[in-house]
């Protein structure tokens, strides 16, 4: 797809995999990035040109509206929409750790959010010849980490949505729909479970995300994501097409 003179929201787009993803597209498109802290928003964009910045947390109905609004008032429009932003407990299930209320937040994060924002601005998407949703799942997705095991869950969810949403966008929207599948990612995101020490640079998913829509690869599976799959799921691809026949 053309990744030049587009309007591109970025949810979490203050630091990590989201900011570097708004770094590698800001030169040639218009990038906001939005979140929760508007000073994190304000230091992520000083000093670089075409990022804007609205304050909004995606689990909230009330912001969503006025996220929507604004970018309807303020841009006129959508080309690409990426659901970035996410929440995770560093956990394991034989803990007595309150694992319903985590998974609550995850999942709130991590999928529910990303639905509701899509639906709400896929009527801006579907207005444009260039468009694209793009959510940002993980390698967790694929197989279970045991000490991430309900964000795991919601992850894997996503994975499941974002298949579906583009098996039907498909079918009479402009609208392509790609999955960035990151492996262990070094941000401040991943500290707890070791992405300081053994996490790629989160320039690198950017790079690798830059490089899947242009040829529209609809999974973009960066390092060890694509080993995993390879190596275990490749053969189950012809699965989906079976089941929705």
Known sequence: ?????????????????GLEIAKALHTSNKVIIAGRNKAKLDAASAGLENIFTIQADITDEKDVERLVEEI?????GLNILINNAGHAYVY????????????????????????????????????????????????????????????SDSKAALHSYTKLLRYELAKDTPIKVFELMPPLVNTDFSVEIGGRENGIPASEVAENLVKGLLEDTYEIRVG???????SFFAGSEGAFDVMNQ
């Open 224 to 230: 060890n994501t694509e080993v995993l799959y390879s």
């Open 92 to 151: 394991t299930l034989s803990d007595t750790s309150d694992t319903y209320h985590k998974a609550t937040a995850e999942f709130e994060t991590n999928y529910f959010a990303p639905i509701r924002l899509t639906e709400k601005l896929l009527p801006l998407l579907k207005k444009q010849e260039n468009a694209a949703v793009v959510n940002v799942s993980s390698i967790v997705a694929l197989a279970p980490g045991s000490h991430l095991p309900t964000y």
């Open 1 to 17: 797809m053309n990744i030049t003179n587009n309007i591109i929201l970025i949810t979490g787009g203050g630091s990590g995999i």
């Open 72 to 76: 309807k008032v303020s841009f006129g």
